[in-house]
Nanobody, 126 residues
Framework: QIQLVESGGGLVQAGGSLRLSCTASGNILSINTMRWYRQAPGKQLEWVAGITIGDKTEYADSVKGRFTISRDAAKKTAFLQMNGLKPEDTAVYYC????????????????????WGLGTQVTVSS
């Protein structure tokens, strides 16, 4: 069974830093693009950053220059380094993998789609 588990959230003062991790478990051959999203209370889910299997990165304008996404393919983990945190960054942060390659007895391998973690809370105090 494939799972994504986020960690690293917490309470930090404005201007501080946190490093989130998202680790995938299960019988996984590779993971395509991994993304971070966040949802603040009473607001819609917001895309934050993404990193492709080739390590190409993209960021929402609201976090560009402050957040850095990276990944360790061997450890099936993505990271989100968050610096210069602001109160408006307060949210539950979720990790997503758009598709994952797993072993298949018939085809050798197959893609399974759209996995999400349960989220980790980030709270930034002013």
């Amino acid at each position: 069974q494939i799972q994504l588990v986020e960690s690293g959230g917490g309470l930090v003062q404005a201007g501080g830093s946190l490093r989130l991790s998202c680790t995938a478990s299960g019988n996984i051959l590779s993971i395509n693009t991994m993304r971070w999203y966040r949802q603040a209370p009473g607001k819609q889910l917001e895309w934050v950053a993404g990193i492709t299997i080739g390590d190409k990165t993209e960021y929402a304008d609201s976090v560009k220059g402050r957040f850095t996404i990276s990944r360790d393919a061997a450890k099936k983990t993505a990271f989100l380094q968050m610096n210069g945190l602001k109160p408006e960054d307060t949210a539950v942060y979720y990790c997503n993998a758009d598709w994952i390659l797993i072993p298949d007895e018939v085809m050798g391998s197959k893609e399974v789609f759209d996995y999400w973690g349960l989220g980790t809370q980030v709270t930034v105090s002013s």
